[in-house]
């Protein structure tokens, strides 16, 4: 899109939103106001990880160095995976892998998260997102300036509607003042290769703007079969007076052969390698007429040890506006309109549907569309020793989600990098229409010069409408369901003990809405008897979350050491309610409460003029606090663990710089989890080891700030679970056959070479 299109809509947005009574809510800001990106605050003066200085909360952030650091292409959750209580994980290098990649802050999982890009929501950045998309997919890592991290009470003001446990909040960096082109040129192992150009106009009277283009590719680390991406991102940025015009548009094209699904029977039978049979079709043919009980055969087991192959496709446009005006009286008031399109299709080859063509395989889809919009809007105006903020989101989402099956011929065998067409069967087909409305207000109070209190709160409420288009009626539903809440207090406090130190405490209320999809953790995903029996009578999951701490910051050294207690109510989960419902459907269910607790420390020391040491230490208490009932039986999961809730988590970076020398070793070590819910399986704990090294050319002929960099993860070569729950969790699983797990990518190394011209 044109800057001057970018110039006449904001224009045009600025003017309804001038003219519209309700925007006098504005978004509220939970932290201090935002910078621009280009212009950093005191959260990113460190080497590794900033801690909050001045904030109510535990609020921790991640500069555009430590992004530097990673290999090339990787998610930017890398370096967020740095920080206390993180437990972020991936199969992948890259930690780019869509249906492998999690994260998990203080028990809390992904879908219980909130994830924003420039004030945009994300949605719960889930591999079946219904609402938003991943942040890989969102923008490059090359482009974001900061991240920040509220692994607790988060912001009133994040637009988010999963929000019980945290919040991410990412921010694009801004067009740089002098034209130029960057480039960067990567390869690497598995046949990595990685290509980054960005031009830069400058900025003028007209305001400046870059373009970058990625494009990213390489083979899977075992079985054959490639994952890709090419990715487009534009920003503009307009100085008018004291205002700021900005605007972009960014687009994904994402192609993802998947890994195989392990068990631990699997993984101690045939080791961490095994995957599907991909290109080969003759074997997959052979394992369904054999193992799978076509043809005449009996089914075993072992058909499912290995399918043809998978794979997740997603094309993606996501489009921003914002303006941010600054007014005589001091009040700032931001606004963003945002626009996302999404098509997506996630295949399985299944050898339990064969073909019209007599083929005893076929190719299963998941297919999703995703068309929504809305407007962010925040308003900050300080009033003596008040700061009042206020804030206002809205989001109109239409979510199509469908089940189809695509027939294969013998010589004509799809490929799954490519969206199938013309299905010979569709199993169900939704539409869903969720609109999302939330507003905060708060007010922050300088009781004295070392104290300072804020106090606030926010409504949220999402309301869903379901449409069955394509399926039986009786065992697919239709119909409406509203998660509301209208009081969500949040208070924090903090007192400067000294100009070094200061100590923060905070305390939140949060709910997470339905999702509006047709399968995973939906009111939906059950049969028309079974939404009726529920929808007037569940709850949408909620949290209290206390937390305090310490904080210390000085030239040398940055330090904080929180504690923190979370009560999770209304906890949900599928389960079997007996026959009191029609057919004894699985249905959405509230099985009571979790608890967790625990205490994080995070320590950045500048050793020396050159030297600079990181550690972070995470301890935690994550159980289940109520038993359950499924099909007349009773779960005693009382007093058990949360899945995939390690209770100990430890990072450490050492990074030397020197004149034209940067280098970093990290270690990230993760104590076992479990994923069942009875806790009778798990996988061991790990540690891994990464690095980078880079120098720094210079000028060197018409090139500039010229650079070559190395990076590896998993130096040390481990073999380990790095995903746990790719296939959901289970109650139990004591002969270790759920195939839910998945490994973690070998040694790798990545070279980087890049400049400016």
């Not at 889809?365 to 020793?385: D, F, H, K, M, Q």
């Amino acid at each position: 899109m044109r800057p001057e299109i970018f110039c006449h809509r904001a224009i045009a947005a600025a003017a309804v939103i001038a003219l519209s009574p309700t925007v006098t809510l504005a978004q509220a800001m939970g932290d201090a106001p935002a910078a621009a990106p280009g212009n950093p605050q005191a959260l990113e003066r460190v080497t590794v990880t900033a801690n909050g200085r001045g904030q109510t909360r535990q609020v921790q952030a991640i500069s555009r160095d430590e992004l530097r650091q990673l290999a090339p292409g990787a998610s930017p959750l890398e370096a967020v995976s740095r920080l206390p209580s993180v437990n972020f994980q991936s199969a992948d290098p890259f930690g780019a892998y869509e249906w492998s990649t999690r994260i998990t802050v203080r028990g809390f999982n992904q879908n219980q998260l909130g994830f924003t890009l420039d004030d945009i929501p994300l949605g719960d950045m889930s591999y079946a997102n219904f609402n938003g998309l991943h942040i890989s997919r969102a923008i490059s890592t090359e482009n974001i300036a900061r991240t920040l991290l509220s692994p607790g009470t988060g912001s009133l003001a994040t637009a988010s509607s999963s929000n019980l446990g945290g919040t991410l909040q990412f921010y694009s960096v801004d067009p740089a003042a002098n034209a130029g082109v960057e480039a960067d040129q990567s390869f690497g192992s598995f046949n990595t290769r990685r290509t980054f150009i960005k031009a830069q106009t400058g900025m003028g009277q007209l305001g400046g703007a870059y373009i970058s283009v990625a494009d990213q590719r390489s083979n899977k680390w075992k079985g054959s079969g490639d994952q890709r991406q090419q990715q487009v991102n534009l920003k503009y940025v307009n100085a008018i007076g004291s205002d700021k015009l900005s605007a972009f548009v960014n687009t994904s094209r994402r192609r993802e052969v998947d890994y195989q699904d392990l068990s631990l029977q699997l993984i101690n039978q045939y080791g961490y390698t095994l995957d599907n049979t991909y290109p080969d079709f003759a074997a997959a043919v052979r394992i369904s007429n054999t193992l799978c009980g076509n043809g005449g055969s009996t089914y075993v087991g072992a058909c499912d040890n290995q399918y043809y192959a998978g794979s997740g496709l997603r094309d993606d446009e996501l489009y921003g506006i914002s303006y941010d005006a600054r007014f005589a009286n001091a009040l700032n008031w931001k606004t963003t309109a945002y626009y996302h399109h999404n098509k997506g299709a996630g295949l399985w080859y299944t050898p339990y549907v064969p073909s019209p063509t007599g083929v005893p395989v076929s190719v299963r889809t998941t297919e999703y569309g995703i068309n929504r919009e809305g407007l962010v809007s925040t308003a900050t105006l300080p009033l003596g020793n008040h700061t009042l903020k206020a804030g206002l989101w809205y989001e109109n989402n239409k979510f199509d989600q469908a089940r189809r099956f695509y027939s294969i011929a013998l010589n004509a065998v799809p490929s799954p990098t490519d969206f199938p067409s013309n299905p010979f069967a569709t199993q169900w087909q939704f539409q869903f229409k969720t609109r999302t409305l939330q507003l905060s207000i708060e007010d922050s109070v300088a009781v004295t010069d070392k104290l300072t209190v804020s106090g606030g709160f926010k409504s949220l409420s999402a309301t869903t409408d379901a449409t069955r288009q394509i399926g039986n009626p009786a065992s697919y539903p239709s119909g409406s369901i509203t998660a509301r809440k209208n009081f969500l207090p949040q208070l924090g406090m903090t007192y400067a003990l000294s100009d070094a130190d200061e100590l923060f405490a905070a305390y939140a209320e949060n709910m997470r809405t339905y999702q509006g999809t047709a399968t995973g953790l939906s009111p939906f995903s059950t049969t028309q008897a079974g939404f009726a029996a529920i929808a007037s009578t569940i709850k949408p999951e909620t949290s209290q979350t206390l937390e305090g701490g310490w904080r210390r910051n000085t030239n040398t050294t940055e330090a904080v050491v929180s504690a923190y207690f979370v009560q999770f109510k209304d906890r949900l989960l599928a389960i079997q309610q007996g026959p009191g419902i029609v057919g004894n459907p699985s249905v959405l269910a509230n099985v009571g409460k979790a608890q967790m607790s625990g205490v994080e420390l995070a320590l950045s020391t500048k050793l020396s003029t050159h030297w600079a040491w990181y550690n972070g230490i995470g301890l935690s208490k994550s159980q289940y606090k109520s038993d359950y009932v499924s099909n007349g039986v009773v779960y005693r999961v009382n007093g058990k663990s949360l899945v995939d809730s390690p209770d100990t988590m430890f990072k450490s970076v050492l990074s030397y710089s020197q004149g034209a020398v940067d280098a970093s070793l990290g270690l990230d070590y993760m104590s076992k989890r479990y994923y069942t819910y009875l806790n009778d399986a798990s996988v061991d704990a790990r540690t891994l080891v990464n690095g980078s090294v880079r120098y720094t050319l210079g000028r060197v002929g018409p090139l500039s700030d010229a650079s070559i960099q190395l990076s590896g993860t998993n130096l040390t070569n481990a073999r380990y679970v790095a995903t746990v729950g790719s296939n959901g969790f289970t109650t139990s699983d004591p002969t270790g056959t759920f195939q839910t797990l998945l490994a973690g990518a070998p040694r790798t190394v990545f070279l980087s070479i890049a400049a400016k011209f």
